[in-house]
Each structure stands twice: as C-alpha cells, then as structure tokens.
C-alpha cells in the first residue's frame, strides 16, 4: 500500500475518484448514466473524455516542457493558428489547389504547431530567453495570426470528414479519446524506452550539470517545444473540428492554465524534475470533470474559474517546502496536544 501511496499517479487519482464520487450523490447516481444510440456511447463520463480529450493532449506536451524547468503560454495561439489553417484550407479559401483535401490540411495544421513549437524553443534554447517571456510573444502575436490567415473572418466549414476528428466515433467511443490514447503512448515511447526521458528530468534538475554530463540541452529543449507545439496544434483541430469552424477569438483562449494547472495536479513540479504523462492525463480529467460537473449542476460558469483558482491555490500551497513542513509542525503539535 506504501509503494501504491508513493506513486505520482496516487493523488490525483484519488482526487478524480473523490469528485467523481460528489458528483454520483449529488445526482442520485445519474451522472454515471450511459445510453446506446445508433451503436454509440452517450453520458457525461463520455462527455469528460472528449471534452476534456484537448486538455489531455495538451497536458502531454506541456508535462514535457514543465519538467524542463520552462512553461509555454501559447498553447492556445497555437490552438487558433492551426484550426484557422486547416479550417481555411478545407474550406478552400487559401491553398486552392489542395482541393480543400482534409488529409493535407491536418498534416499542414500539424505542421504549423512545428513550426510555431520551433520558434519558441530557438528563443529558449538557443538566445537563452526566459520560457515564459519568448512564450508570451508568440501567445500576443498567434492570434494575429490566425486572423491573418482567416482573413479576419469566422471560418466555417460542413465537412463531414474533418468534423470526424471531434465528432465521429470509433467502437462506440469518442474519436478525441483515442487521438489523446496515440499522443500519450508517443510520449511514453519517448521518455521510457529511450534516453530522453532522462534528459528531460535531468534538465529540469540542473541543466547546467546535464550539460557537463553531455546530454545536448539545447537540442533537446528544441524537441520538447516542437513536440508541445505539435500537441496545441493537434489540440486545435479537435476544437475547430467540434464546432465546425475557426473562430480565432475564442478558440484554446485561456487554455494554457488549464493545461498548467493539468500538469500540477498531477505533480508535476513547476520548477521542474520528477514527471509523469499519466498523472498529467488524471490531472486533465479532473479539470474537465470540474467543469462538467458545474455545468451539468447548472451552476453559473463563471464559478468554474474560481474553483480552478482555489485548486491552484491549494497545488502551490502542496509544492511549497517551507508551507508543507510547517503544515507538519502544526498537525504534529496536535497530535502530541491530543495525547497529552
């Protein structure tokens, strides 16, 4: 049991398990209701895993930059970038001779999280720019961005095809739930059967240490943001996908610190080290079944931002040494107090 405690993967766990439990009393049990229809699984379980399939997959990639000591705010430019190009690709506004091919606009979309994951880690690894300044810039100009390719407009599209990224279904189950499934078995493949995943954390650590013992940091910083912005491009298709189009105002807006906030709960620590894919993934279905279970409640959804921000408050308070070990103190003085 002590082993099982020990496991990054316990605590969040635990904290899933625990709200999903609140959410069973609250409703008398329906909220674990699944229904059949046309061969396809529906309830709000299935609801969690597509919805929350985006902060899933940014969850894998943002686990890999965090670990590295960094952090990358502009996951959810990223997001609007690549929507808006694959959008407008399929819906032939640029790239005519594409033919609006789906296929080539995903592949293009991938393409442009690439490039934009590239950028941030030359600023990062290469001008040696503060993670979250070389990020703030591309979170400021993304936008712009994907309004320039859009040309400003919404961009909709009635593509069956692309719609299935979000909305189709494979064995009865969300599609986004086996593209979250693909993206995680990558990055266990990375980090687990190769030296990567070493490098990873030995940065995090000391990347001046990992440097002196050969490990090429700034190479394999490069990957980890290319690999991020990969995920927040892949993010971003699913998105547009789900509503049919580009809206480049609104698409992946705030997303970043829900993808953050992911990570930390699944104890990941901000200053880098020690990570886990699978406690980031159970740290993004917590974010979502928050967010569903307030919604599906009918409590307002402004109230969703304030429990996010309680969640945060109570993460930095369990990261900090100095509050931990006074928390200790506290409850240690009790306990001899009770004995006595």
Not at 232 to 256: F, H, P, Q, R
Not at 318 to 334: E, H, T, W
Request: hydrophobic share 55%; proline share 2%; charged share 15%.
């Amino acid at each position: 049991m002590k082993r099982l405690r020990d496991r990054m993967e316990y605590r969040p766990l635990v904290s899933l398990l625990v709200i999903l439990l609140l959410c069973g009393i609250i409703s008398g049990g329906s909220f674990f209701k699944i229904s059949v229809v046309d061969g396809h699984l529906y309830g709000r379980l299935l609801d969690i895993l597509r919805n929350g399939s985006r902060y899933m997959i940014l969850a894998v990639g943002m686990t890999m930059v965090l670990a590295t000591g960094g952090t990358d705010i502009s996951v959810g430019s990223v997001m609007a970038i690549s929507g808006a190009l694959a959008c407008s690709i399929v819906d032939r506004r640029i790239l005519l001779g594409l033919n609006g091919n789906v296929f080539a606009a995903v592949v293009l979309a991938l393409g442009i999280g690439a490039v934009c994951g590239a950028w941030n880690g030359f600023l990062v690894a290469k001008l040696k720019v503060q993670p979250i300044v070389a990020t703030l810039i591309l979170m400021t100009a993304g936008r712009g961005i994907a309004q320039l390719i859009a040309d400003g407009k919404i961009v909709t599209i009635t593509s069956d095809a692309y719609y299935h990224i979000s909305g189709g279904y494979i064995a009865g189950l969300p599609v986004p739930m086996y593209i979250a499934a693909l993206m995680l078995a990558l990055a266990l493949l990375l980090t687990k059967k190769t030296a990567f995943g070493l490098a990873v954390e030995s940065i995090g650590v000391n990347a001046d240490s990992a440097r002196l013992a050969g490990i090429a940091v700034e190479k394999n910083l490069w990957l980890i943001y290319v690999f991020c912005g990969v995920c927040a491009a892949l993010a971003g298709l699913i998105e547009s996908a789900g509503i049919k189009g580009a809206d480049c105002n609104n698409c992946g807006l705030m997303i970043e610190m829900d993808g953050i906030l992911a990570v930390a709960i699944g104890g990941t620590s901000l200053s880098g080290g020690r990570f886990s894919f699978v406690s980031s993934i159970i740290g993004a279905l917590v974010v979502q079944t928050i967010t569903t279970m307030i919604l599906a409640f009918g409590v307002a959804p402004e109230v969703i931002r304030v429990f996010k921000a309680l969640i945060v408050i109570v993460v930095c308070l369990a990261q900090s040494p100095a509050f931990m070990s006074r928390l200790k103190g506290v409850l240690d003085k009790k306990r001899v107090v009770a004995q006595g």
